[in-house]
């Protein structure tokens, strides 16, 4: 047995008191006058051995009484695992998890008040000169910092549900390094979670072998749910009045048939598509919805579910900007091309700008989703370096080669952008022989594919040297107009040049057609929606700021300033942990919005399944069993676990029950009974 605090044992001197009490307790006695003395003699023996009996009991139960009051305030306990610790002052980090799922309700409420009962239950089991740390999901800065009990209960009181998901790695590292900054103190990690599977992260979590830790458990009742994980347009580029098609992915996380979920889709408020979904337990479903009437502008969107009880992941809301015009780029070598021209002249929604390629503003190239390269003979370096970081964020590419081309400057270009490069230029007559109809680019153009089509006849071309997707082939699959994919974006290279002297493709009935398709597939897109707690940049157009003039996120009465930084040709933004609400958000520089975005919560919140026993030790192995919360109080078995087993409450007990035998001697055991023997 030892003892949490020796040096009360020094009280056990006041042992002595009653002893000097019993030994000097000198009685002042009554003379009484008998006739015969041979009586008196006979009942004084008989009383005197009475009371030393009497007195010796007191006596015992008044030593037996202060000496066990002395060990309750010296805290007797039987050694558990961390009794070395015993009587240090101890640095105790608590993680409550305060995730999306930890609103999921079970008979006693929702987890995270469960959680936080039992964060103050374990504060409970340590010593009042010990020291908290109160870490969640959002990992504040004003978690970093040691508590007394009584400021980490009040923090607890304050915890809220939040949209933040992290890993059981990011947690434990996070716990170790503010216990790594107070080494003086033995230090314990406590974790109180329900443990979703999302947490597990790819590989076992490594841990600091010198800190135990604890894993508390809190389960919840089985729950249905189904969520939007995303959406997506197929088109990149939206013009007005045309016709919108929005792929969604929905999510059966239950382990039952989700039977008819009703779905909509708002866009500005106005309710645009309906449907009504059944999904397999454990499934995922994609449909196309389709709507059309959109004006130009940016469109606030949200597509919305029925699905209760849990209802955090019903919505997810998304952003795009209807474009009244779209730019185009034509870069040529100091003569424009008639026929690339007459293309985008055709239709009042494309606005072609012509540049020579001595004359291309670089810093203005991100602005333009399409950039179309003709009749240069050589392509400088500088140009060459700017289109292929162009076509890596996103841009899209065409390369129709000059009449007389520089077959040195397109290899190094082309082969910068894992691209064929003219190899030699071959004269003889043909006609293409076949077309990729499966290629995004022909969808959609033709109704009805005749068995003999016409197709564009050849006088000459340039020898590609192979690879890519084809759009258009020769005879023999030789390259005549194919696609290749570099970073983002994508890049289109024709083996003619726009010429009549190479063929006819420039009045062919499909150059327009194609040369449409490729515009409104291309474009380095902003991403319809971002995800919450996610560290991830935002990449919008160039915007100008200065200490006057900052961008600012604004929803309703929330607004955020984020950081910004500049980049060649776009703005990055990062919130970091100051977005807190899903929705929709305006980017606002002064009075003017620049972009329109939309923030979601981390859908991996979504799968309302766990962690086993097993599972965790498996996945931590150097932790303690996992703690599963019961009905009963965590800080008797975690005193017990820790500090052993406290004897300090049978000292009370045993210390009442010896003063209770004290009374009960003083009042009740007589010795004055008198009893004469005579002689008969």
């Known amino acids: 047995m030892h003892f949490l605090y020796p040096a009360f ?11 000097l009490i019993h030994l000097f307790n000198f009685r002042k006695y009554q003379k009484v006058y008998f006739s015969n003395v041979q009586f008196l003699k006979e009942v004084q023996e008989q009383q005197s051995s009475r009371r030393n009996l009497k007195e010796r009991l007191i006596l015992a139960s008044r030593l037996l009484a202060l000496a066990f009051l002395v060990f309750a305030f010296a805290r007797p306990f039987i050694p558990g695992q961390n009794a070395a610790n015993s009587g240090k002052q101890q640095a105790i980090s608590i993680f409550v998890d305060n995730s999306y799922s930890m609103e999921t309700l079970n008979r006693d409420g929702s987890l995270l008040d469960e959680a936080k009962r039992r964060a103050k239950e374990i ?13 969640t999901q959002d990992f504040e800065g004003r978690h970093q910092r040691l508590l007394s009990r009584q400021e980490f209960d009040d923090a607890v009181d304050t915890l809220k549900i939040s949209p933040q998901s992290r890993t059981l790695q990011q947690i434990i590292n996070r716990q170790q390094g503010l216990l790594d900054m107070h080494r003086e103190q033995p230090g314990s990690i406590f974790i109180i979670s329900d443990f979703q599977k999302n947490m597990a992260g790819d590989r076992p979590v490594k841990t600091d072998t010198g800190v135990a830790i604890n894993l508390v458990q809190v389960k919840a009742s089985t729950l249905p749910n189904v969520a939007v994980d995303s959406a997506a347009m197929l088109s990149a580029i939206h013009r007005p009045g045309d016709g919108e098609k929005l792929v969604v992915r929905l999510h059966n996380y239950s382990t039952e048939t989700a039977e008819k979920i009703p779905l909509k889709v708002l866009i500005n408020g106005e309710q645009k598509a309906l449907g009504s979904y059944t999904i397999a337990p454990r499934a995922v479903q994609y449909d196309t919805l389709s709507f059309s009437g959109l004006q130009a502008g940016w469109q606030r969107a949200e597509i919305s579910l029925q699905d209760n009880p849990v209802t955090f992941d019903n919505q997810f809301y998304f952003t795009f900007e209807v474009e009244q015009q779209m730019s185009i780029l034509l870069i040529d070598g100091g003569i424009p091309n008639p026929y690339l ?3 985008f002249a055709a239709d009042p929604f494309f606005n072609a700008r012509r540049v020579p390629d001595g004359n291309v503003d670089y810093a203005s190239l991100d602005t333009y989703p399409v950039i179309i390269l003709s009749d240069i003979n050589a392509i400088s370096t500088g140009l060459s370096q700017q289109l292929k970081t162009y076509v890596a964020k996103g841009g899209t590419l065409l390369v129709f080669p000059s009449v007389d081309v520089d077959m040195a400057s397109y290899k190094s270009f082309l082969q910068s952008l894992n ?16 077309l990729n109809l499966q290629n995004p680019v022909f969808k959609n153009i033709f109704e009805n594919f005749p068995q003999n089509p016409d197709l564009p006849a050849v006088k000459k071309y340039y020898q590609l040297n192979g690879g890519g997707e084809s759009l258009m082939a020769l005879p023999g699959r030789q390259p005549f107009w194919n696609q290749y994919t570099n970073g983002k974006g994508k890049v289109y290279v024709s083996a003619v040049a726009l010429n009549e002297d190479f063929s006819n493709l420039p009045r062919h009935a499909l150059f327009v057609p194609i040369m449409f398709r490729i515009a409104l597939l291309s474009g380095h897109d902003q991403s319809l929606a971002y995800t919450l707690g996610r560290e991830e940049n935002i990449e919008v157009p160039p915007v100008q700021t200065n200490e006057k003039q900052l961008l600012k996120l604004v929803k309703g009465s929330i607004s955020i300033i984020p950081e910004t930084k500049q980049t060649e040709g776009s703005t990055l933004l990062y919130t970091a942990d100051q977005l807190q609400q899903p929705g929709v958000y305006d980017l606002k520089k002064q009075d003017s919005t620049v972009a329109v975005l939309a923030f979601n919560d981390n859908r991996s919140e979504s799968d309302l399944s766990y962690l086993t026993a097993p599972e965790l030790a498996k996945l931590m192995p150097a932790a303690k069993p996992v703690l599963a919360t019961g009905n009963g109080s965590l800080k008797n078995v975690l005193a017990e676990t820790n500090f052993g087993l406290q004897l300090w409450k049978l000292c009370i007990i045993l210390a009442l029950i010896f003063l209770g035998a004290e009374i ?3 009042r009740y055991l007589k010795t004055d009974i008198q009893q004469v023997l005579q002689k008969v």
Do not use: G, H, M, W
Request: net charge neutral; no cysteine.
């Open 664 to 666: 009960l001697l003083i």
């Open 123 to 135: 504060a409970a089991a340590y010593s009042l000169n010990d020291r908290f740390q109160l870490l």
């Open 419 to 434: 691209a064929a490069y003219p190899e030699k230029l071959i004269t003889a007559d043909a006609n293409v022989a076949s």
């Open 341 to 343: 021209k007459a293309v």
């Open 9 to 19: 044992l020094f009280a056990l001197l006041t042992l002595a008191i009653p002893l």
